[in-house]
């Protein structure tokens, strides 16, 4: 057994929460200790092992020296996902350049893999600051993620869900995320951790009233563009993106 807590590293995004609800209500807390901040964040953490489990891209896979999917969940998303788009004032193929969401490098991997095998366009990239969405106009699309997403919807004309177009160019669903340890987890703890994640999905409703301020239909979002399941079909699409990642 560990002698001190396991350090978990998790997205502080609405998309998260369902699961991590279980472990915010103090589900192994004698076990974890909890860490939030953004995806890429989150990510050099677990390649820097000041985490030792984190909800991270999955593009971060092939840079770690030892990887392990743990339990049955992860952000995923069958078709259209809602919260991970190009947005443009042009159509895709008027776009010549784009800015890059610092938040994500998995979005970022795969709007790269979309633009030159499924749009078939070469833009130019440039590397988003903060308030980087203001300056989407003209031929200059974003590719904007997470809640940012959600209010982006509300300008850009043009809108290209990622996932969509994912699975138009494969069948297969996305994986975004998924909790990778960087060293072997008992199956105790991996089966104790998949029902602490398991715990929101049974208080959806408790999870969703904790954000009235959302400005979109979390319900809609849990349930219809989200998929949370790690099954099959998923595993599959997550090893195509990281052949193509390569």
Same mark, same amino acid.
Request: charged share 20%; hydrophobic share 45%.
């Given at each position: 057994?560990?002698?001190?807590?396991?350090?978990?590293?998790?997205?502080?995004?609405?998309?998260?929460?369902?699961?991590?609800?279980?472990?915010?209500?103090?589900?192994?807390?004698?076990?974890?200790?909890?860490?939030?901040?953004?995806?890429?964040?989150?990510?050099?953490?677990?390649?820097?092992?000041?985490?030792?489990?984190?909800?991270?891209?999955?593009?971060? !896979?092939?840079?770690?020296?030892?990887?392990?999917?743990?339990?049955?969940?992860?952000?995923?998303?069958?078709?259209?996902?809602?919260?991970?788009?190009?947005?443009?004032?042009?159509? !895709?193929?008027?776009?010549?350049?784009?800015?890059?969401?610092?938040?994500?490098?998995?979005?970022?991997?795969?709007?790269?893999?979309?633009?030159?095998?499924?749009?078939?366009?070469?833009?130019?990239?440039?590397?988003?600051?903060?308030?980087?969405?203001?300056?989407?106009?003209?031929?200059?699309?974003?590719?904007?993620?997470?809640?940012?997403?959600?209010?982006?919807?509300?300008?850009?004309?043009?809108?290209?869900?990622?996932?969509?177009?994912?699975?138009?160019?494969?069948?297969?669903?996305?994986?975004?995320?998924?909790?990778?340890?960087?060293?072997?987890?008992?199956?105790?703890? !991996?089966?104790?951790?998949?029902?602490?994640?398991?715990?929101?999905?049974?208080?959806?409703?408790?999870?969703?009233?904790?954000?009235?301020?959302?400005?979109?239909?979390?319900?809609?979002?849990?349930?219809?563009?989200?998929?949370?399941?790690?099954?099959?079909?998923?595993?599959?699409?997550?090893?195509?993106?990281?052949?193509?990642?390569?």
């Amino acid at each position: 057994m560990h002698d001190e807590k396991i350090k978990v590293g998790t997205v502080s995004y609405l998309n998260a929460k369902p699961l991590i609800y279980g472990f915010e209500t103090g589900m192994m807390n004698e076990q974890i200790e909890l860490i939030a901040d953004y995806p890429s964040a989150i990510a050099a953490l677990l390649l820097e092992n000041k985490i030792d489990i984190g909800l991270v891209p999955v593009a971060v !896979i092939p840079q770690l020296s030892e990887y392990y999917i743990v339990g049955n969940f992860c952000i995923g998303a069958v078709g259209e996902v809602a919260s991970v788009c190009l947005f443009s004032d042009v159509p !895709i193929h008027e776009i010549q350049s784009v800015f890059l969401d610092y938040q994500s490098k998995t979005s970022v991997a795969l709007l790269k893999i979309l633009l030159k095998h499924h749009w078939k366009i070469n833009p130019v990239f440039i590397e988003g600051q903060e308030g980087y969405e203001n300056k989407i106009n003209g031929n200059t699309a974003g590719l904007v993620i997470g809640d940012r997403a959600m209010i982006q919807k509300k300008t850009s004309p043009y809108i290209y869900d990622l996932s969509s177009a994912w699975m138009e160019m494969t069948g297969l669903p996305f994986v975004f995320a998924a909790w990778i340890s960087n060293k072997p987890l008992s199956p105790v703890f !991996i089966e104790m951790f998949d029902k602490a994640n398991q715990l929101g999905f049974s208080n959806l409703d408790t999870v969703i009233a904790g954000f009235p301020e959302a400005g979109f239909d979390l319900k809609e979002y849990y349930t219809q563009f989200i998929s949370y399941n790690l099954d099959n079909a998923k595993k599959e699409g997550l090893s195509r993106f990281l052949s193509l990642l390569s």
